[in-house]
């Protein structure tokens, strides 16, 4: 029977592909805690950038892809469990480090608010076509690298020109890699749902 509702509510606008899944207090948990979980897994597949603090990291590409399927509250709580755990000791954050007193911690409370906004997008359709989920990643991009850079250029002593080109500049082409990912991802996951329907 649960199978059947889930076609007819993934049409629904103010649905994200969390929602799909059978509805309890234990499935939110468990996706708050695994989109967590996805994001330190993939901080580790981290790039040293040389003449730069931040490495290039596959964390920012989920915090964004959990924001977008779990929605901007569930996004949150899970980027929020991130960031408190990272600030709590456990090496999660880009190449195993923790804490807070880094130079580079400003683009993990970038992402935590990054992945509320495209969470409230992909409630609005934003997820379910290549040019809405685009949009949505550059936007969320951009809430990201609008708390990063200043927070490095202030965490370090760069001036802004220089934040930019240590924390923005180097990343450019990677972010438009993994835009390029969620949008092939992301509306397929859709397509599917809705042909099974």
């Not at 103010?14 to 979980?37: C, E, F, M, N, Y």
């Not at 550059?138 to 370090?156: E, N, R």
């Not at 996951?189 to 329907?197: D, E, Q, S, V, Y």
Request: proline share 6%; net charge positive; hydrophobic share 55%.
């Amino acid at each position: 029977m649960s199978t059947a509702v889930a076609p007819a509510r993934s049409l629904r606008s103010g649905t994200v592909l969390a929602d799909l899944l059978p509805s309890s207090r234990a499935r939110d948990i468990a996706l708050v805690v695994g989109g967590a979980a996805l994001t330190g897994i993939a901080a580790q597949i981290a790039v040293p950038v040389p003449g730069s603090p931040v490495p290039v990291s596959g964390q920012t590409f989920a915090a964004l892809l959990v924001g977008t399927a779990l929605g901007a509250r569930r996004g949150f709580l899970s980027l929020a469990l991130y960031a408190v755990v990272g600030m709590a000791g456990v090496p999660w954050f880009a190449e195993a480090t923790s804490g807070y007193a880094m130079p580079s911690f400003g683009y993990i409370l970038g992402m935590l608010l990054a992945a509320t906004v495209v969470g409230a997008l992909a409630r609005r359709g934003a997820d379910r076509s290549v040019l809405r989920t685009a949009g949505a990643m550059a936007l969320g991009s951009v809430i990201i690298y609008a708390v990063g850079v200043p927070y490095l250029a202030l965490a370090t002593g760069m001036s802004f020109s220089q934040a930019v080109a240590a924390g923005l500049t180097p990343f450019l082409i990677g972010d438009a890699l993994k835009a390029a990912l969620a949008m092939g991802a992301l509306p397929t996951a859709w397509k599917l749902i809705g042909r099974k329907g």
